[in-house]
């Protein structure tokens, strides 16, 4: 506390142009920026004086927050940094920000040096370059936004962002990584900023930094679809405002009214949350920007009126931003006081809109793409006389006929037999063990009167063991992709009746894979589709509202002669 209150006596001695253009840091440590400091008048850092003294609000320390974290009490720790509102030349944010990126580390903590090591392994060199760096392809120029970097910070920002390239080359489009990681530099070295971005990336539990085209749009249509219940009255407003205009244009940018129109001191304690709590802050945050967007536009008293806003309807909310008329804490109060916007139901609603646009994809690209004839396209020669010897269930002729039904990108892996009760036994806990990490799989059932079907399940079956926020396991998983087959008597392919974008059956089309310790379903509503019991022994099959499919044999029930589950190699 005593090297604090020097630090701020220090402050208080420097002239007014000196306070413009610095902030408080760690000596020690390079500096990549000059960033105007938003406490500029005696009063306002006499007011940050006493808040570090503990005279008007005592601020947790990072002690008090690394306690909570080490103790694994995450919502303390939300609660206490969504609070705490840090002055912006506070120091904490150096030890905050990477012990909270730190938790959604994924795998083995990175080495001391292993950042170096990289740059070396990158560029020959651990100097800086004299030319600008190649940025890699997923960052748009656009999205370069430097904040107040200096020409070597800038530098620093692509070499930080080239590396993180190099190490995740599944990254192919991510307009908000680069922004992150400028921010990130203002409070860190070099090497901490390469960690938290990593561990950002890396992320399983929580969405930070989306990482494909799909999910960028995934992201702004969840927003638009949140913001239609939970900002009713302002996206209303902004529709009748440009009437004929799709508001899809809008909600496009959203991510830029936080990222690229909101005030530093705003923006930095929206990533406070965000670096906790993951990309819903920025869901929640630009719903209190509509919210309070409207409020101005309606008033009186503002300088925002309809008619200016209908000029320039495009750029109309992230210039509000800029001047936007509410503290950082109002922003974050307002923000964090939408009722009824769940995390559960915000999950529910991006897992639903992946499912309809990676279903469309697949549909669009089916249509699109020409099968190609070659054994590129089609199991190798081995392949074919492997599953021959080993498959119970497919003939050559009914093998080339479900290719043709997968999704084209699954085409280009070869197939593999992992789990047959021929050989592994009739056993469902054999089966996970065998197939439950492996994504996607084909099962193969054979009954007793010879009908042969199944069904393409899109995602693991270890997903039956995950939970949501409340600690329980979800009952159902999968995505679109997933979809029944007859082969025999019938051949008959019976994808997701969402496929096309209906939703007119409600709950019962989201119902694709559910699974225990007793038993198996694929398909739900009104119906299952396939239900086996624990002995993979008996099932029974009927119609289903998630793939409007008759039963797969004709009696319904069925005694499983055979059960076979394929992989695909490399996927």
Request: charged share 20%; net charge positive.
């Amino acid at each position: 506390m005593v090297a604090k209150s020097a630090a701020l006596k220090e402050f208080l001695s420097l002239d007014s142009a000196s306070k413009r253009s610095s902030v408080y840091v760690d000596p020690d440590r390079e500096v990549f920026f000059e960033l105007p400091l938003y406490i500029t008048t005696n009063e306002s850092v006499t007011k940050c004086f006493n808040l570090f003294e503990g005279k008007k609000v005592a601020l947790k320390t990072f002690s008090d927050v690394q306690q909570l974290l080490q103790q694994g009490k995450k919502r303390e720790v939300k609660t206490a940094i969504r609070e705490n509102a840090w002055p912006i030349n506070s120091p904490i944010r150096s030890q905050l920000w990477p012990a909270l990126c730190s938790q959604h580390q994924n795998g083995k903590s990175m080495l001391d040096g292993f950042y170096w090591d990289m740059v070396n392994q990158v560029f020959g060199t651990t100097e800086l370059p004299d030319k600008p760096i190649m940025l890699p392809p997923f960052v748009d120029s656009t999205h370069c936004l430097p904040y107040h970097l200096t020409r070597k910070g800038r530098a620093v920002a692509d070499r930080v962002v080239s590396v993180l390239g190099y190490a995740c080359p599944d990254i192919t489009y991510s307009p908000s990584l680069y922004p992150i990681t400028s921010l990130l530099l203002h409070f860190m070295s070099e090497e901490e900023c390469y960690h938290c971005m990593a561990s950002l990336v890396a992320a399983k539990e929580k969405v930070f930094i989306t990482q494909t085209k799909l999910l960028h749009e995934v992201t702004w249509k969840t927003v638009m679809q949140i913001a239609k219940k939970h900002a009713k009255s302002a996206v209303m407003h902004l529709q009748r405002l440009c009437p004929g205009q799709k508001i899809e244009r809008i909600f496009m940018d959203w991510c830029w009214w936080i990222l690229g129109g909101l005030p530093f001191p705003h923006l930095v304690r929206v990533m406070d949350c965000y670096f906790h709590e993951g990309i819903k802050v920025f869901y929640r945050v630009s719903l209190a920007i509509l919210i309070i967007f409207q409020k101005n536009i309606t008033s009186s008293n503002s300088e925002w009126n309809s008619e200016t806003v209908k000029n320039d309807i495009d750029n109309a909310i992230p210039k509000f931003c800029k001047t936007i008329s509410v503290s950082p804490t109002k922003l974050l109060r307002t923000a964090f006081n939408i009722r009824a916007l769940s995390s559960t139901y915000i999950s529910r609603v991006f897992l639903k809109t992946e499912m309809v646009l990676k279903s469309r994809s697949v549909l669009s690209g089916s249509k699109q793409l020409v099968r190609s004839r070659s054994s590129d396209n089609l199991p190798t020669s081995q392949s074919q006389v492997n599953i021959q010897m080993m498959s119970h269930t497919l003939t050559i002729r009914e093998l080339f006929t479900l290719w043709s039904w997968l999704p084209v990108r699954i085409t280009m892996y070869q197939p593999v037999l992992l789990y047959t009760t021929e050989e592994h036994g009739c056993s469902l806990t054999t089966f996970y063990v065998r197939v439950e990490q492996h994504e996607p799989t084909l099962l193969m059932i054979k009954t007793c009167n010879n009908e042969v079907f199944g069904a393409y399940c899109s995602s693991r079956w270890f997903e039956r063991n995950v939970k949501d926020d409340k600690g329980q396991r979800q009952a159902y998983f999968g995505t679109g992709e997933t979809f029944l087959f007859s082969l025999y008597p019938e051949r008959a392919k019976y994808p997701w009746v969402g496929i096309e974008g209906d939703t007119k059956h409600g709950h019962g089309s989201e119902l694709f894979m559910a699974a225990d310790a007793k038993m198996i379903t694929i398909g739900g509503g009104e119906g299952q589709a396939i239900w086996m019991d624990e002995n993979i022994r008996y099932g029974k099959t009927d119609k289903c509202q998630t793939f409007n499919n008759p039963p797969l044999c004709p009696s319904g029930d069925f005694e499983i002669r055979v059960l076979e589950v394929y992989g695909f190699v490399g996927v």
